[in-house]
């Protein structure tokens, strides 16, 4: 297993099979079809038994490879990122709710194409990327007890016609539809 830093985001990926749970698709012409799912699951629990880490999976379930980029965890960004969106279904009268968020700079990027060659991932049919991100800054929370659902949200990367018939040109197939993932809950007394 390999594994990259991206800032707090520890990013391990690994090349294999599993089971698939989840997927959309979205068709490019004359290049298959790229289908993907997203799996999250608890990597790691708080000594009370609440989530403490997520593990996110994006797994290529179609025929064709696929590019995709590193994605922001718990950011919005125009290459693509995993969110979690959750529901808090309280016990009693409604709490205070603490949200989160992030914050990013503008920075210059290489053109679209050499990014994909040179930063992206490839993934074959049935290949996989895991990425992990903290829990406990990730789920919004409220200060009385409730049960949380929440699910992630792959959004893939935003691309402009002119960028997607350059990636059609150079024979590169990107998922262009969001994925999500089933949900998981927990409750918070």
């Known amino acids: 297993m390999n594994r990259l830093a991206f800032g707090s985001v520890l990013v391990a990926f690994s090349l294999g ?9 979205a068709v490019l012409p004359s290049h298959g079809t790229a289908r993907i799912e997203l799996t999250l699951d ?16 994006l797994r290529n379930i179609g025929d064709v490879p696929v ?4 994605p922001a965890i718990d950011c919005i960004v125009s290459d693509g990122s995993i969110r979690i969106k959750a529901v ?3 016990d009693g009268p409604e709490g205070v709710r603490r949200g989160h968020g992030c914050g990013g700079g503008v920075s210059h990027e290489p053109s679209l194409l050499v990014r994909i060659r040179t930063e992206w991932f490839h993934l074959r049919p049935g290949e996989y990327l895991t990425f992990m ?6 789920i919004d929370r409220s200060d009385k007890p409730a049960t ?3 699910w992630a949200v792959y959004e893939p990367p935003k691309l402009t016609a002119k960028e997607l018939g350059i990636v059609a040109q150079n024979g590169f197939v990107i998922p262009s539809e969001p994925v999500e993932s089933d949900s998981l809950q927990f ?3």
């Open 133 to 138: 991100g903290d829990a406990r800054n990730m």
């Open 67 to 70: 590019e995709i980029p590193p």
């Open 17 to 25: 099979g599993g089971r698939a749970v989840a997927a959309q698709q």
């Open 42 to 57: 608890v990597a790691t629990t708080t000594e009370d038994g609440l989530p403490a880490a997520l593990r996110f999976t």
């Open 148 to 150: 949380y659902e929440y």
């Open 88 to 90: 808090i279904h309280f």
């Open 187 to 189: 409750h918070m007394p």
